[in-house]
């Protein structure tokens, strides 16, 4: 195993981290709502749109910020090594998987687990260790 450390980004990875935490305390403290993406997107779509101004602001934004980063010279690239039919694939199952866990990795993750929810520490776990399992299984039992 090697560890690519021209991709190791300690200082920006806590900068990132910093400021996802202010945006949720920001959200909940100002707006008494969780900043958790797929509540926030779902809410958009959803029957009851009297609240749409603050979730499309905050998805605008959520958008906007990357290429904002870009525009300052911080390119955001990611290299990924799937066709078309992987991505849609993975898309439908992390979809699928949002409805069962009632929210997503921002939400239960940043959000839920700052809140004390054992709810949301079980989804994160879960999250975590399919992920990792993913991985072990495509890179060491089937040789990707």
Same mark, same amino acid.
């Given at each position: ?9 300690? $200082?920006?990875?806590?900068? $990132?981290?910093?400021?996802?935490? !202010? ?11 969780? !900043? @958790?993406?797929? @509540?926030?997107?779902?809410? %958009?779509?959803?029957?009851?749109? !009297?609240?749409? @101004? *603050? ?5 605008? $934004? ?8 870009? *525009?300052?010279?911080?390119? %955001?690239?990611?290299? &990924? ?5 992987? &991505? ?5 199952? #992390? @979809?699928?998987? =949002? ?5 997503? =990795? ?6 839920? &687990? ?16 399919? $992920?990792?399992? =993913? #991985?072990? #299984? ?5 040789? !990707?």
């Amino acid at each position: 195993m090697s560890i690519d450390f021209a991709g190791f980004t300690p $200082g920006g990875s806590l900068t $990132g981290g910093l400021v996802i935490g !202010a945006a949720a305390a920001v959200l909940v403290l100002f707006n008494g709502r969780i !900043a @958790g993406i797929s @509540g926030i997107l779902g809410g %958009l779509l959803g029957q009851q749109r !009297a609240d749409a @101004g *603050w979730r499309i602001a905050f998805l605008a $934004g959520l958008v906007s910020a990357s290429a904002l980063a870009s *525009w300052f010279g911080r390119p %955001l690239a990611a290299d &990924i090594q799937a066709g078309w039919s992987e &991505i849609l694939i993975a898309g439908f199952l #992390v @979809g699928l998987g =949002t409805r069962y866990a009632s929210g997503c =990795t921002s939400g239960h993750g940043v959000c839920g &687990i700052s809140r004390g929810s054992i709810r949301s520490l079980v989804a994160t776990a879960t999250f975590m260790a399919s $992920g990792f399992l =993913t #991985v072990f #299984v495509i890179r060491h039992l089937l040789g !990707a």
